[in-house]
């Protein structure tokens, strides 16, 4: 190649690049959560690592994303966490875990990132939806999960708190939850109508009386089946957008998906969502340019029967989180600006001389 048709060459790319910066790129925000105990099993504080060593910045920054990862937040234990109503499991460790997030999720998303939070255990997205909605007073919730997440103190069968943290978030419910230690700095910050559930598969009957009872939108995977996927996005977009645009904050939980293409994860569930319906789900809300926080929770790297599994299931987050941010199954040209062109004829020419 010439001299001078390099030089242009190198103009034309530095104009395609002062042009890729005009573009608004995202700006991430990684926030590792690595809290469990609003659960039972061990390992879902390893979530976070899990995440990051399948490679999810490398990811993000190759979709053109300015990435800062904020490190792990640490949960300082709290002693003499007794039950609650001789049944719920560390409310204090749980409530204080979740204001330590709030705080976090809301001065990332005031500094002007997507919040990305890496769980973890489900419970802490009573924190990053509580944080969120400080900034995003008016913010939706898309929780896709295997189970509602919605029993009450009262209700839950378990005790524990990752079943219950949409109960605390809702306004409506107010009057039937008890006040638990560890709990007075939080607010309800949603109505019934801001939230909708995709992929149920494992609902307790009080959860199945409240989303009744409530009107809260869901779809199980009999919806999906029914309806397909897309059908399903365009209904839960239709809702949650009636009244004008909103931020979107996404709780998505592994579980959602098939136990066999995510196994290591804590409460798995039979027939859940495929690959592509994951991902189906994901490009949607991206192709908003809505998407202000996302909870990726219940990766839990000790639960997986090989390294295989547990690589599977971490790979997998990745996808997610790829997807929420840009990545796309058709392609995407937005670092590319030019096809390259074959020599010009006398550069042809001289080529041939010497391989003569
Ligand atoms: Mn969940």
Known sequence: MSLRSSFARLLRKQAGSTLQLQKPAHSVALIGAPFSRGQKRRGVDHGPAAIRNAGLTERLSGLGCRVYDFGDLSFTQVPNDELYNNLVKYPRSVGLASQVLADAVSGAVAAGHSCVTMGGDHSLALGSISGHTRQCPHLCVIWVDAHADINTPLTTQSGNLHGQPVSFLLRELQDKMPLLPGFSWLKPCLSASDIVYIGLRDVDPAEHYILKNYDIQYYSMRDIDRLGIQKVMERTFEQLMSRGQRPIHLSFDIDAFDPSL??????????????????????????????????????????????????????LAVDVLATCFGHTREGAHTVFDELPTPNSPDESDSEEQVRI
């Open 262 to 315: 995510a196994p290591a994860t804590g409460t798995p569930v039979l027939g859940g969502l495929t690959y592509r319906e994951g991902m189906y789900i994901t490009e949607e809300i991206h192709s908003t340019g809505l998407l202000s926080a996302v909870d990726l929770v219940e990766v839990n790297p000790l639960l997986g029967a090989s390294q295989e599994e547990v690589n599977a299931t971490a790979s």
